[in-house]
């Protein structure tokens, strides 16, 4: 069960828990009172007290809104965000191709490295993806690297670097590229260059931080890769 917390401007002292469901996805929710002039040390009190709440139902991972200034109150009970690690690389192409239409650069005419530390399942996938759509790749990977380059020339006859740079980076993980313009797509809050993913015909509630909810969405299949799309700037 994944966990909710939410600040609601009403009267009272302790949390309110209450099952929810947000597009198919089933949420035990936190509501934290927090009246108009409350002060901060009693809502942090109150935080506390949803996130023991919820970590007694056997919650572990939470969503909130965006900028939730309470996490390290939440770590305390052993709750955590929703990583959109996972989410963010398996949709490096599309983003990719968006950060390149977004600085003006045709990618046909474009060369992206992909970097990281090993050739995962994602990596592989973004540079398949990605070979039809570009005039060429750089693949730095000291685990798979040399092995997914040959695939490449081999399958696609595209040029291929193992080292280099090119007109944009996509990161899987902290391997170098300072100074590039980078799609850091690892971490909790990954560097996506002002875009942002969103649903082509449904609108998230508004009480939720976008990319944490469309991870947890996409993890429990309620959501496909399909239903998603790239905005060229953040959402608000």
């Not at 909130?64 to 959109?84: I, K």
């Not at 968006?98 to 399942?121: C, F, I, Q, Y």
């Not at 040959?150 to 291929?160: A, I, M, N, Q, T």
Request: with cysteine; hydrophobic share 45%; glycine share 10%.
């Amino acid at each position: 069960m994944l966990g909710h917390i939410i600040i609601i401007e009403e009267k009272g002292r302790a949390p309110v828990l209450e099952r929810e469901t947000v597009l198919g996805l089933p949420l035990l929710r936190a509501s934290v009172p927090a009246p108009e002039g409350a002060r901060p040390r009693a809502v942090e009190r109150r935080v506390g007290k949803a996130a023991r709440a919820l970590a007694a139902e056997g919650v572990r991972r939470v969503l909130t809104e965006a900028d939730f200034p309470w996490r390290p109150v939440l770590g305390q009970w052993g709750l955590r965000d929703v990583d959109p690690e996972a989410l963010c690389q398996a949709m490096a192409a599309p983003l990719a191709l968006a950060a390149l239409e977004k600085r003006g650069v045709d990618p046909a005419r474009a060369t992206v490295a992909l970097r990281g530390n090993r050739v995962s399942r994602p990596f592989f996938q973004a540079a398949v993806q990605l070979c039809a759509r570009v005039r060429g790749l750089v693949v730095e990977a000291p685990s798979g690297g040399g092995a997914l380059a040959d695939h490449l020339r081999r399958e696609y006859g595209v040029p291929v670097l193992e080292e280099g740079r090119g007109e944009l980076t996509v990161g899987f993980s902290q391997s170098g590229g300072d100074g590039e313009t980078q799609l850091r797509l690892y971490g909790p809050e990954p560097d996506l260059l002002g875009m942002a993913l969103g649903l082509t015909e449904k609108r998230l509630p508004p009480e939720f931080d976008t990319l944490p909810l469309l991870a947890a969405l996409w993890e429990e299949g309620r959501i496909s890769q399909d239903e998603l799309t790239v905005f060229a700037n953040k959402l608000t």
